[in-house]
């Protein structure tokens, strides 16, 4: 399942970003690099939204951990994609399931709160790998998918765990390393 998650996601990403070039009237002039900044959290096809996504992101989760972010809009069709550390800053202790799960629904809740045009986001950990290591070891940790359909049938649920409001998007992996 983790396989399949991560190539469909990185089937959108390349379909996205080849659907959403600009058209060829704009060939002859290019956006300015000082129009959209490059920021390294930054790596998606809208990049004000995913700046401005990483800033809420950023502030709402209180390890401060978020890596990258994408958005992409495609005939009125937007979603976003946050990646996170799955360790905590500036120690060398890993997030436990229990802390992944409450930063996922933290992480959805700000997309979908703060950012109403964002129908679908994907939330994803990592855990930095030794460059020596990064050709056998995998990184990705936890991801879910959520939909917006759905966020807004749980949102107000206050009986609901972390585990069961990621648990109603039904997309959720876990790796076996990750401590309990």
Do not use: C
């Amino acid at each position: 399942m983790r396989v399949g998650v991560i190539a469909s996601f990185a089937v959108f990403v390349a379909a996205t970003s080849v659907a959403l070039g600009l058209p060829a009237t704009h060939a002859a002039a290019p956006l300015a690099q000082s129009t959209f900044p490059k920021h390294p959290w930054v790596e998606g096809v809208d990049p004000v939204v995913e700046n401005e996504l990483f800033y809420a992101a950023y502030g709402a989760l209180p390890t401060h951990n978020i890596l990258k972010v994408y958005a992409f809009s495609a005939s009125g069709y937007e979603s976003a994609a946050v990646r996170f550390s799955g360790r905590v800053p500036h120690e060398a202790r890993d997030l436990t399931i229990d802390e992944l799960a409450h930063e996922a629904v933290t992480l959805i809740r700000t997309a979908f709160d703060e950012f109403p045009e964002i129908q679908h986001v994907d939330v994803w950990a990592t855990v930095p790998v030794a460059a020596s290591q990064a050709t056998t070891v995998e990184n990705t940790v936890f991801s879910v998918s959520a939909d917006r359909s759905m966020y807004e049938r749980i949102e107000d649920r206050t009986d609901m765990s972390d585990f069961g409001i990621l648990n109603a998007f039904g997309r959720i992996w876990v790796a076996p390393q990750v401590p309990r």
